[in-house]
């Protein structure tokens, strides 16, 4: 049987689309994929799945210009006919942006990401409390999952911390365990409740892979 060819592709998550859950965002691709003529490898058993694949899902409300999905197809594809072809057929939000080919033993998305890169919109002045975060020796937080609790330190998860241009954090996260969703770091950091942190607009806007390819998304700009 010959290899099935595998495929990155980066994908755009903005404006209300955003409010989709990662099954309701994978269902889309899926749907646009199929409406584009894609033919896609399928699961082997009694009910076979085409194969596409996540990474984390995307808290739901938080904006991306670089998601990513994974999908194995039984013949190459055009890259760029395909980039065209699915656009009409994905919500509004929903863009393709890039398709990268991989080697078949290629790591999952999870388990490839270095680097995730935000831009976190707070009106607060935080340029004190960043300077706090800097000199710190440790920042300790509290991780809760159903009833257990961790003590982490933050500053083992972020490695960049600084106030935009344009009047936003830029933060830069390291893909480590256990994980800590974005929104928990952004309240750890700046002291924020969960009341205040839904009016905190987060946006994704890089990622970083660990072996540099593909690395998309664009960098926050540091000042």
Known sequence: MLSPFKYRVRYTKLGGVAFLGSIETLDAMRRAFRAAGLKLKYSQGYHPRPKISGGAALPVGIESECEFVD?????????????????GHLPFGMKVVSIEELLPAAKSIEDSIVLTKYEVGIKDDVGAMIDCFKCAGKWPFTRRRKDKEEIVDLKDYVSHLAVL?????GISVQNKKPILRIVEIVGGIFNL????????????VG?????????????????
Do not use: W
């Open 71 to 87: 999908i194995e197809t039984v013949e190459a594809i055009e890259k760029e006919k395909l980039i065209n072809d699915s656009q």
């Open 165 to 169: 241009n344009h009047g936003v954090v």
């Open 193 to 204: 409740s969960e009341e205040i942190l839904k009016c905190v607009s987060i946006r994704k």
């Open 207 to 223: 990622i970083d892979f660990i072996d540099c390819h593909p690395c998309e998304g664009r960098d926050p700009v540091f000042i």
